[in-house]
């Protein structure tokens, strides 16, 4: 084609970890939301008081969250980085990206991830960008809009590209152990996923079925939030990654134990197809 340019041992609970603003300059904490796709991430990031730098490597997708939060953006509240996250050893400014024609969500660096079960696609070139890179630019010089100089703290890292995650996870191994953020989400592809994130300093782990995020509700007292924000009601959609941080369901667990229980549901998928169309997300915790 041609191209074009179990019994978990779970861990004591944890304070609300939110912080309001930055002590030191009085900005808002980020979270940076790895997988823009529709937006509905970043819309919720920002309605619960979080300045959002999103990535996305779909240009479909780029130019509609540009019109669609214009004004985040104007305020300085809102970065979208237009470029696919690579590994740190990937040095081209570009990369061929497949642009799924069939399943907009299944884009991606990866042929077979994004050109999978046969669907129509199209290859094109995108700019790429390393997540230690970006996350280290925020943390020092704040978002890229010049309304929203200073630097920044990062809270929250949400892991969402196809076939991407481990790019964006040895990204994180590239980071500044001491600006790390405190909560980390990537999809549970590999345990291999929770083994990166325990190495770099995550000790606590929850295990989320994605699959039942359009159920969850937010707590009220909210355990999540910036800004002064207080509790509001929030319907989660199909394509969204639900509640994060204090406020995803579950306990929080060790390593040892979300990997028995990520190894049992491998073990039921293949055992019966009752549970295989449900899909996890690693959460992890400094």
Not at 95 to 109: A, P
Request: proline share 6%; net charge negative; hydrophobic share 40%.
């Amino acid at each position: 084609m041609p191209v074009r340019k179990v019994s978990p041992r779970i861990m004591s609970d944890a304070p609300n970890s939110s912080p309001s603003v930055n002590p030191t300059n009085g900005l808002r904490p980020v979270i940076f939301d790895i997988g823009l796709h529709h937006g509905e991430d970043t819309d919720f990031y920002l309605r619960k008081g979080f300045d959002v730098v999103a990535v996305e490597a779909d240009p479909r997708h780029v130019e509609k969250a540009r019109e669609r939060f214009a004004g985040p953006i104007a305020e300085g509240r809102l970065e979208i980085v237009a470029a696919a996250i690579v590994d740190r050893s990937f040095a081209e400014p570009e990369i061929e990206f497949y642009v799924n024609l069939d399943k907009d969500d299944w884009g991606s660096t990866d042929r077979t991830y994004g050109a999978r079960s046969g669907t129509r696609h199209e290859i094109i070139r995108v700019p790429t960008v390393r997540l230690d890179e970006l996350f280290t630019r925020v943390v020092r010089y704040g978002l890229g809009a010049p309304a929203a100089p200073g630097s920044r703290r990062v809270h929250y890292v949400k892991i969402d590209i196809e076939g991407g995650d481990h790019a964006a996870l040895r990204g994180l191994m590239g980071v500044e152990r001491e600006i790390l953020p405190t909560h980390v989400s990537c999809e549970a592809h590999k345990l291999e996923y929770a083994a990166i994130l325990s190495a770099i300093g995550y000790t606590r782990f929850k295990i989320v079925n994605q699959n039942l995020n359009w159920t969850q509700k937010l707590p009220d007292p909210p355990r999540e939030g910036a800004g002064g924000v207080g509790w509001f009601e929030y319907q989660f959609k199909g394509h969204s990654s639900g509640p994060f941080g204090e406020e995803a369901p579950g306990e929080w667990m060790d390593l040892e134990s979300a990997a028995e229980i990520y190894l049992m549901h491998k073990r039921m998928v293949k055992m019966s197809g009752v549970v295989s169309n449900a899909w996890f997300d690693f959460h992890a915790m400094r």
